[in-house]
């Protein structure tokens, strides 16, 4: 049996420019999807996948996010003297508990694999996972929840994948795959956005990653790559064929909420999987249409 999964790596130190004005004083992560910020998001599918800790990279200006998941004495005490039972349930889901909720800083944006690799100390030596907040799946059973049960099957590293046109191949990681058996991809190689007419294949990773620690010696040598970023993705590549490795087809959709209309499409999408606004949202868009 694999090691098990119990700390998750939450890469929240961009500016969220995409989104400006509204992200010149709100990390971008607490930019609401329906009823919840999208890092909210990120942190429930992980508790539902079973993580006990959960670790940020953050930079300056995101103490929001700090604030987000800490107690709130004073605004609990009103909801109770209101009775506000349905408000109270909610302010629940916002807590993580003392010495599980760990921060770090990347001082510089020098890309994803240096994110990851600032959270190396608060990590240690045992498999993590790695949640990009901007990517929300919408599925019945969590994202991270299906790679980690797929994870206790195969061990290894296991990321996330989706099959994506042949034309926008150079957006993304792509695999070279070994094996595939149309869920579990075994993979023989990484190539970061490749050229539609040089991609191995057309399965592309999303932000979601079972790591093993190896990968921080990779990252210790701070090699630069595309965009002159440390990339995750070449790093990732260095642990093919030393580790098994492995791309799960997970079920659901998954949003881009990185971009103004995936966002749009992943709010619309959420507030009709609403059992108590779906009928009024459907209706609403409707009347717009």
């Known amino acids: 049996m694999p090691k098990p999964v119990r700390k998750a790596v939450f890469p929240v130190a961009g500016l969220g420019t995409r989104f400006l004005p509204a992200t010149k004083a709100m990390p971008k992560e607490m930019l609401t999807l329906v009823d919840r910020p999208l890092i909210q998001h990120a942190v429930d599918e992980a508790r539902a996948a079973g993580i006990e800790q959960f670790i940020f990279v953050t930079s300056r200006g995101k103490s929001a996010l700090e604030d987000h998941f800490d107690s709130n004495p004073e605004l609990r005490r009103t909801l109770q003297s209101r009775n506000k039972t349905q408000a109270l349930a909610a302010l629940d889901t916002t807590e993580i508990e003392s010495g599980q909720f760990l921060f770090t800083r990347q001082r510089e944006p020098l890309g994803l694999g240096h994110a990851v690799w ?29 790679m980690i049960d797929s994870y206790n099957d195969v ?41 539609p007419e040089q991609a191995p294949s057309t ?34 590549a260095q642990l093919i064929g030393k580790q098994p490795f492995h791309g799960l087809r997970y079920e659901g959709t998954r949003y881009d909420c990185g ?31």
């Open 259 to 289: 971009d103004k209309v995936g966002f749009i499409q992943a709010n619309v999408a959420f507030a009709l999987a609403h059992e108590d606004m779906s009928e009024a949202v459907r209706s609403v868009l409707k009347k717009m249409l």
């Open 203 to 236: 399965l592309s990773v999303i932000g979601r990653y079972i790591l093993q620690p190896e990968i921080f010696s990779i990252l210790d040598e701070q090699k630069t790559g595309a965009g002159g970023e440390i990339q995750l993705t070449d790093a990732m």
């Open 118 to 146: 600032c959270a190396r100390h608060l990590v240690g030596d045992e498999p993590f996972a790695v949640l990009l907040a901007d990517d929300v799946v919408l599925s019945k059973k969590p994202c991270l929840k299906q």
């Open 155 to 195: 061990g290894g590293n296991v990321v996330a994948v989706v099959d994506v046109p042949r034309e926008q191949t150079n957006r993304y990681g792509i695999l070279d795959v070994a094996s595939d058996d149309g869920r579990l991809a075994s993979v023989k190689g990484l190539v970061e956005k490749p050229a």
